[in-house]
């Protein structure tokens, strides 16, 4: 059985380009616009990892990441920062609210499906 991913994204085209990746590498997708959007999302449903910008309008990345850790459910959930932001406090500030990987855009697709392999439980 495939396994889940969730991308959280405000920008349609990340989403896109991400979510073709990894449907490429044989992983089920779900996509959100923003963490609110992405809260919805997380309903019960086996989710194996989750990838998410950090900007996004209504709940930013790091503030969902701190939501998902609350949620008993996804509590274990790997999660990678997608994002533009490389400065240090803010990479340091989404490992403290519990992301495991921090990948900077622009990305390139076999680094992502790197990093999603080496986060994804079998």
């Known amino acids: 059985m495939a396994k889940t991913i969730l991308i959280v ?9 991400v979510g073709t990746a990894l449907k490429g590498a044989g992983y089920d997708v779900l996509q959100a616009c923003d963490g609110k959007d992405a809260l919805t999302k997380l309903d019960g449903t086996k ?47 989404g490992k403290a609210a519990g992301a495991k990987a921090w990948i900077v855009k622009p990305f390139q697709p076999p680094k992502l499906l790197d990093a999603v392999s080496k986060l994804v439980l079998p």
């Not at 994204?9 to 380009?17: E, N, P």
């Not at 701190?66 to 803010?90: D, G, R």
Request: net charge negative.
């Open 47 to 93: 989710i194996n990892l989750i990838i998410s910008d950090v900007n996004m309008p209504n709940m930013d990345g790091i503030t969902f990441v701190k939501e998902v850790k609350k949620n008993a459910n996804y509590k274990f959930t790997p999660i990678i920062m997608l994002t533009t932001e490389a400065e240090q406090s803010k990479m340091q500030e």
């Open 9 to 17: 994204d405000d920008s349609s085209s990340v989403r896109t380009v």
